[in-house]
């Protein structure tokens, strides 16, 4: 089989870095910040921005960037008369039915990881923290620093 044109990333690899910082970029011209997940987190605590608003996680991110890959090396050896095509699957595809998808995620979605989300407005003073009085340990979304 022919050596298919380009090669997977992974999130420690120089280009994947280059990509993320693009990402961070698109959704916040005016960030420092390098990674993604960071960005998100940005956004969503400390500059109230709707969940469909935020950039996509560092994982959905590589994701993407593997679908991508594979379908621009499908296009660069179009013009060999016989292609030798590595499987799909080797790059974030599924099979469906009798077609080839590509995977954009496979965390679980918001609502299945929902306990993340949940925020206190305590500072501080962890004896009203509502994470607390519900018997949960406070996430990293709080900006108190109780640990219960």
């Not at 998100?40 to 991110?61: D, G, I, S, T």
């Not at 590589?62 to 790059?91: D, E, R």
């Not at 679980?108 to 994470?131: F, H, Q, T, W, Y």
Request: some cysteine.
């Amino acid at each position: 089989m022919a050596k298919h044109p380009y090669q997977l990333l992974d999130v420690d690899s120089g280009l994947f870095q280059k990509l993320e910082r693009l990402t961070v970029i698109l959704y916040n011209t005016a960030s420092p910040l390098t990674s993604i997940n960071q960005t998100r987190r940005e956004l969503f605590c400390y500059k109230n921005h709707a969940m469909e608003k935020l950039p996509p996680n560092q994982h959905a991110v590589l994701q993407h960037i593997h679908c991508a890959v594979f379908q621009a090396g499908t296009w660069t050896t179009s013009t060999q008369t016989q292609q030798m095509m590595p499987s799909p699957k080797n790059y974030r595809w599924t099979k469906e039915q009798e077609s080839w998808a590509p995977v954009w995620v496979t965390l679980p979605e918001v609502s299945a990881a929902g306990r993340e989300l949940i925020r206190c407005n305590c500072k501080g003073d962890c004896s009203a923290c509502n994470c607390g009085n519900a018997n949960l340990d406070c996430s990293p979304l709080c900006r108190c620093n109780c640990s219960k």
